[in-house]
T-cell receptor
Framework: QQQVKQSPQSLIVQKGGISIINCAYE??????FPWYQQFPGKGPALLIAIRPDVSEKKEGRFTISFNKSAKQFSLHIMDSQPGDSATYFCAATSAGNQFYFGTGTSLTVIP | DSGVTQTPKHLITATGQRVTLRCSPR?????VYWYQQSLDQGLQFLIQ???????AKGNILERFSAQQFPDLHSELNLSSLELGDSALYFC?????????????FGPGTRLTVL
């Protein structure tokens, strides 16, 4: 059973556009929701993360929107750049003991 | 460079064999996580250690085992290998293994079982 459901599987965006990736979860015990960015041949790297007591967190061009009642959270990449082309994973954890990852979104930003 | 090292980078072996993957965490990090990444399953959490003790277990098969040594490096042992075990295996480390700790991932070990 997939604890965290991620969509879309792939995304193509024009340079300068907004990339939006969505995730949904069921377990209300999750208390931390990180997003990871992975380039080919590399391990995932933490991009941005949010706790469920806030509805939005912004770091530069990256924003997480969190809807606790809907049990959904999303990553918005503003002014998308070709260098943002990578695979993005959402994740969720409870007390940091076990991390559940989404299936990943392959983002391609076209120049 | 995350500061987490994994060896070997690539491993090719046959079905039924046993292999050991090694991970050295970032200096000062006490917690180590192991993940399996395959095309059809995505990134799957296997097991977490904190300061030598097992803290959490995920979708780790009984044929797989891990340990964290006193110097904090960790090894993942995979035995009776099957074709389906072919995957990228990542190790990550974090300072204290809590939710808000950033996990730093190593470059991974690509295992191919023939």
């Amino acid at each position: 059973q997939q604890q965290v459901k991620q969509s879309p599987q792939s995304l193509i965006v024009q340079k300068g556009g907004i990339s939006i990736i969505n995730c949904a979860y069921e377990n209300t015990a999750f208390d931390y929701f990180p997003w990871y960015q992975q380039f080919p041949g590399k391990g995932p790297a933490l991009l941005i993360a949010i706790r469920p007591d806030v509805s939005e967190k912004k770091e530069g061009r990256f924003t997480i929107s969190f809807n606790k009642s809907a049990k959904q959270f999303s990553l918005h990449i503003m002014d998308s750049q070709p260098g943002d082309s990578a695979t993005y994973f959402c994740a969720a954890t409870s007390a940091g003991n076990q991390f559940y990852f989404g299936t990943g979104t392959s983002l391609t930003v076209i120049p | 460079d995350s500061g987490v090292t994994q060896t070997p980078k690539h491993l090719i072996t046959a079905t039924g064999q046993r292999v050991t993957l090694r991970c050295s965490p970032r200096s000062g990090d006490l917690s180590v996580y192991w993940y399996q990444q395959s095309l059809d399953q995505g990134l799957q959490f296997l097991i977490q250690y904190y300061n030598g003790e097992e803290r959490a277990k995920g979708n780790i098969l009984e044929r797989f085992s891990a340990q964290q040594f006193p110097d904090l490096h960790s090894e993942l042992n995979l035995s009776s290998l099957e074709l389906g075990d072919s995957a990228l295996y990542f190790c990550a480390s974090s300072p204290h293994g809590t939710s808000v700790d950033t996990q730093y991932f190593g470059p991974g070990t690509r295992l191919t079982v023939l």
